[in-house]
């Protein structure tokens, strides 16, 4: 059974460029949801995505979209990068109405704007 | 709003004591709460699940307890070991929601 696989691990980009960061998710999982961590906070929920549908959005502008694919595996698009968008993205899969309640991460990307 | 709150949010101990970390949320109609531990610029690891229905959960040396009326759950470390060292977060997810609600943490040091 493979867990959650993120890539690429590290990244540095500039202000106003875009960026997308990738995740496979464990082996039955049809859903994905990311986070992104923030230097010294906890996570905070992105959005989800369920059977290649956005099912669910936090407070995070437009300019912060994804993708799921027919393999459950996501992407995550930033556009337009701010100096605050720096942060660890954390990748999330799960099983969910099966009785498989956990969230599975990944190990994240670190994302650098400059 | 559901807010989760961690206590204390830094912690440093001598090796072979045992631990409680604290967290706090503001709307009791949690789905679960889950433990998680976060190693510096690492991703997390799922260390505990408890239930609603639930009032405490064990493995290994830890033990993770909820009280739902009170909006508590510690986490308790048995004979901490240096290998511990780490961020432990706490998460809510409620009823019928699609997200975690984290706390920020507590960053555990255990001293040799």
């Known amino acids: 059974e493979t867990g959650v696989t993120q890539s690429p691990t590290h990244l540095i980009k500039t202000r106003g460029q875009q960026v997308t960061l990738r995740c496979s998710s464990q082996?039955?999982?049809?859903?994905v949801s990311w986070y992104q961590q923030a230097l010294g906070q906890g996570p905070q929920f992105i959005f989800q995505?369920?059977?290649?549908?956005?099912?669910g959005r936090g407070n995070f502008p437009p300019r912060f979209s994804g993708l799921q694919f027919p393999n459950y595996s996501s992407e995550l698009n930033v556009n337009a990068l701010e100096l605050d968008d720096s942060a660890l993205y954390l990748c999330?899969?799960?099983?969910?109405?099966?009785?498989?309640?956990?969230?599975?991460f990944g190990s994240g990307t670190r994302l650098t704007v400059v | 709003k559901q807010e989760v709150t961690q206590i204390p949010a830094a912690l440093s101990v001598p090796e072979g004591e045992n631990l409680v970390l604290n967290c706090s949320f503001t709307?009791?109609?949690?789905?679960?709460l889950q433990w998680f531990r976060q190693d510096p610029g690492k991703g997390l690891t799922s260390l505990l699940l408890?239930?609603?229905?639930?009032r405490e959960q064990t493995s290994g040396r830890l033990n993770a307890s909820l009280d739902k009326s009170s909006g508590r759950s510690t986490l308790y470390i048995a004979a901490s070991q240096p290998g511990d060292s780490a961020t432990y977060l706490c998460?809510?997810?409620?009823?019928?929601?699609?997200?975690?609600?984290f706390g920020s943490g507590t960053r555990l040091l255990v001293r040799p």
């Open positions: 999330a899969s799960s099983l969910p109405g099966t009785g498989d309640y956990g969230y599975t």
């Open positions: 082996s039955g999982h049809n859903t």
């Open positions: 995505y369920y059977r290649e549908e956005e099912n």
């Open positions: 709307d009791s109609a949690i789905y679960n």
């Open positions: 408890i239930q609603s229905s639930q």
């Open positions: 998460a809510v997810e409620m009823d019928s929601s699609y997200k975690l609600i």
